[in-house]
């Protein structure tokens, strides 16, 4: 599944930060309320955030990763890791 920067940001974030408001996100990350809202819209349908409504002070949502979304992280992880580990051999084997 190919995922935009942002979108890998925004399940990267979450992941580390637990259930977050789009607040949160707007300040973390530096993307106005339109473009994260159609960000979090698309992981959403990807089905790899949840949207969640919590009644702390007032009504809000919140936004999660969910266990798919948990997995293309560590999809994604690990095929850069597989691509360092490939780099770092192939430049030991032109230094031989």
Known sequence: MALELYELK???FLLLNGPSRKTDLVRA???????LSKLLDKLMEKGLVHRVL?????PTYVYLVTAKGVEELERIFLELKESLERAEKKKYANTE
């Open 10 to 12: 925004i399940l990267i």
């Open 54 to 58: 919590t009644f702390s002070d007032r």
């Open 29 to 35: 990350l530096g993307l106005n309320w339109s473009r």
